[in-house]
């Protein structure tokens, strides 16, 4: 548990990097995805892409997605994809309750799969395969993938298909022998960063769900230090919020500024700092600011004292 919640005023960390729907923020870019997810998938269509950099949200999307979703809708969620045809089968029996095992072949494995797709189907459910990192899947999972989208009743698609991934996924559509995939493929969406308002919102939203109830401890000026920095990537952000945080934690300040930004973003490797984040003074090492904010905070005697 990070060190400052009591020094914040917080119940929980808010700056956690696990996708917690919790903490979804309803950005206009987040929330016309889930608005075409939801509308494509309770229209019946087959296959629906969402693409978008790493650290845009995709996996906190695809879990807010199945959490609304609800009934009539039985979703299969497969979050490692990098496998082989009869391994996503096998993936997807699995989700869906089908007892196979290991040694049954593929053919009456693909069986199983059909037979219990008609079951779900005879009792109005429609069911939704979610798939994580999609740029992963070799291009004979992908076709396997396209074969099981075939099984339909004379009304409707037994299954549906929402792949998620890295911008590179449309590299690997691209390619001639996924062609056929690709022209299945009736919604797409591209999750864009946060701009720099937008980041600002989204700092004090996860603060207020995290039990903030006083002021915004981020100042304007630190919000659009992060937003700079970030360039509006949510994980980017999360990591450079937490570290700040931590920074005047360890300097025993609870109003949040550039400064401290400076520091988080020094200390961040994924952030790639331009000139203008040099910084213009030595600052004292972060891990030693918080080794004093945590010796400070546990109250151990000795503090203060020559």
Same mark, same amino acid.
Request: one cysteine or more; glycine letters at 8%; aromatic letters at 6%.
């Given at each position: 548990?990070?060190?400052?919640?009591?020094?914040?005023?917080?119940?929980?960390?808010?700056?956690?990097?696990?996708? +917690?729907?919790?903490?979804?923020?309803? %950005?206009?870019? %987040?929330?016309?995805?889930?608005?075409?997810?939801?509308?494509?998938?309770?229209?019946?269509?087959?296959?629906?892409?969402?693409?978008?950099?790493?650290?845009?949200?995709?996996?906190?999307?695809?879990?807010?997605?199945?959490?609304?979703?609800?009934?009539?809708?039985?979703?299969?969620?497969?979050?490692?994809?990098?496998?082989?045809?009869?391994?996503?089968?096998?993936?997807?029996? +699995?989700?869906?309750?089908?007892?196979?095992?290991?040694?049954?072949?593929?053919?009456?494995?693909?069986?199983?799969?059909?037979?219990?797709?008609?079951?779900?189907?005879?009792?109005?459910?429609?069911?939704?395969?979610?798939?994580?990192?999609?740029?992963?899947?070799?291009?004979?999972?992908?076709?396997?993938?396209?074969?099981?989208?075939?099984?339909?009743?004379?009304?409707?698609?037994?299954?549906?298909?929402?792949?998620?991934?890295?911008?590179?996924?449309?590299?690997?559509?691209?390619?001639?022998?996924?062609?056929?995939?690709?022209?299945?493929?009736?919604?797409?969406?591209?999750?864009?960063?946060? +701009?720099?308002?937008?980041?600002?919102?989204?700092?004090?939203?996860?603060?207020?769900?995290?039990?903030?109830?006083?002021?915004?401890?981020?100042?304007?000026?630190?919000?659009?230090?992060?937003?700079?920095?970030?360039?509006?990537?949510?994980?980017?952000?999360?990591?450079?919020? %937490?570290?700040?945080?931590?920074?005047?934690?360890?300097?025993?300040?609870?109003?949040?500024?550039?400064? %401290?930004?400076?520091?988080?973003?020094?200390?961040?490797?994924?952030?790639?700092?331009?000139?203008?984040?040099?910084?213009?003074?030595?600052?004292?090492?972060?891990?030693?600011?918080?080794?004093?904010?945590?010796?400070?905070?546990?109250?151990?005697?000795?503090?203060?004292?020559?």
């Amino acid at each position: 548990m990070a060190l400052y919640l009591r020094h914040f005023g917080l119940n929980e960390a808010p700056f956690s990097l696990t996708p +917690d729907t919790g903490y979804y923020f309803g %950005h206009s870019a %987040h929330q016309e995805a889930l608005n075409m997810l939801l509308v494509a998938l309770r229209s019946g269509e087959g296959f629906i892409k969402v693409t978008g950099e790493v650290g845009t949200g995709k996996t906190l999307l695809c879990r807010k997605l199945v959490n609304q979703l609800g009934e009539p809708f039985t979703i299969a969620f497969i979050p490692n994809p990098m496998l082989n045809a009869n391994g996503l089968r096998a993936a997807l029996a +699995d989700e869906l309750g089908i007892d196979a095992p290991r040694n049954l072949g593929q053919h009456r494995l693909l069986a199983r799969i059909n037979e219990r797709l008609i079951e779900l189907a005879a009792e109005g459910r429609q069911v939704v395969v979610c798939i994580d990192e999609a740029q992963t899947m070799p291009e004979e999972t992908l076709e396997a993938l396209r074969l099981l989208t075939n099984l339909e009743t004379e009304k409707r698609k037994l299954l549906q298909v929402v792949l998620f991934g890295q911008p590179e996924l449309d590299e690997v559509l691209a390619r001639r022998a996924v062609r056929p995939l690709r022209q299945r493929i009736t919604f797409s969406h591209r999750l864009e960063p946060l +701009d720099p308002r937008a980041v600002g919102q989204y700092l004090e939203h996860r603060l207020r769900v995290a039990g903030l109830q006083g002021p915004d401890p981020f100042e304007p000026a630190a919000a659009r230090a992060i937003a700079r920095a970030s360039g509006g990537i949510p994980r980017r952000i999360n990591i450079l919020a %937490h570290k700040a945080m931590l920074a005047a934690y360890g300097l025993g300040e609870r109003s949040i500024g550039k400064r %401290h930004v400076r520091m988080a973003v020094k200390d961040t490797e994924e952030v790639t700092a331009s000139r203008r984040w040099r910084l213009w003074w030595p600052f004292p090492a972060l891990a030693v600011l918080l080794l004093a904010g945590w010796i400070v905070w546990q109250g151990m005697p000795g503090v203060g004292t020559a």
